[in-house]
T-cell receptor
Framework: GENVEQHPSTLSVQEGDSAVIKCTYS??????FPWYKQELGKRPQLIID?????GEKKDQRIAVTLNKTAKHFSLHITETQPEDSAVYFC??????????????FGKGTLLTVNP | KAGVTQTPRYLIKTRGQQVTLSCSPI?????VSWYQQTPGQGLQFLFE???????NKGNFPGRFSGRQFSNSRSEMNVSTLELGDSALYLC?????????????FGPGTRLTVL
């Protein structure tokens, strides 16, 4: 089955700096890659996603890049703010067919933005 | 629209008991997935239901089961509880199966097994 590795497990940055979280996946058939943000005691929330027919996607201060050949994708957060502090999870799944919604998650990255 | 809701939010059980958790998806969403979240293993897929049928299953023992009703509400059951079943159980709903598969999570049920 699919395996998703996520690095680093913890990341501490100064407010205003950029943060990068990287994930690799094992199943070349995976074609949907969402990122979730989970604040302490709250539910995971989708912040951005990318499909395999796209190499990069941006939404304000957040961007995701995908390298299908190397089977890795990354989350980039620019101009970080204290409210960006949370655990971030990457995930992968196949976009159609029988395993459509079986998301395989990375272990998470605890991002701390210091004021 | 109301978000995904889960009941109960907190539950304390003892080893050997069984438990049933409930999930109400966003109105109109027909796919419901269940995940177990623990500090050690992270988020792990349990199963997915669509149109009252289990479509996918993760690598969990048969003690974990679920069902979906005609209104898309879903329940999961864990029998013969073990200490290791203590976790946050999250359900997520999706509008349709296919290309647009964004999943929206509920707040979770925190299960503690003593």
């Amino acid at each position: 089955g699919e395996n998703v590795e996520q690095h680093p497990s913890t990341l501490s940055v100064q407010e205003g700096d950029s943060a990068v979280i990287k994930c690799t996946y094992s199943d070349s058939a995976s074609n949907y890659f969402p990122w979730y943000k989970q604040e302490l005691g709250k539910r995971p929330q989708l912040i951005i996603d990318i499909r395999s027919n796209v190499g990069e996607k941006k939404d304000q201060r957040i961007a995701v890049t995908l390298n299908k050949t190397a089977k890795h994708f990354s989350l980039h957060i620019t101009e970080t703010q204290p409210e960006d502090s949370a655990v971030y999870f990457c995930a992968a799944s196949k976009g159609s067919g029988g395993s459509n919604y079986k998301l395989t998650f990375g272990k998470g990255t605890l991002l701390t933005v210091n004021p | 629209k109301a978000g995904v809701t889960q009941t109960p939010r907190y539950l304390i059980k003892t080893r050997g008991q069984q438990v049933t958790l409930s999930c109400s998806p966003i109105s109109g969403h027909r796919s419901v997935s269940w995940y177990q979240q623990t500090p050690g293993q992270g988020l792990q897929f349990l199963f997915e239901y669509f149109s009252e049928t289990q479509r996918n299953k993760g690598n969990f023992p048969g003690r974990f089961s679920g069902r979906q009703f005609s209104n898309s509400r879903s329940e999961m059951n864990v029998s013969t509880l073990e200490l290791g079943d203590s976790a946050l159980y999250l359900c997520a709903s999706s509008l349709i199966r296919g290309e647009r598969g964004e999943q929206f999570f509920g707040p979770g049920t925190r299960l503690t097994v003593l």
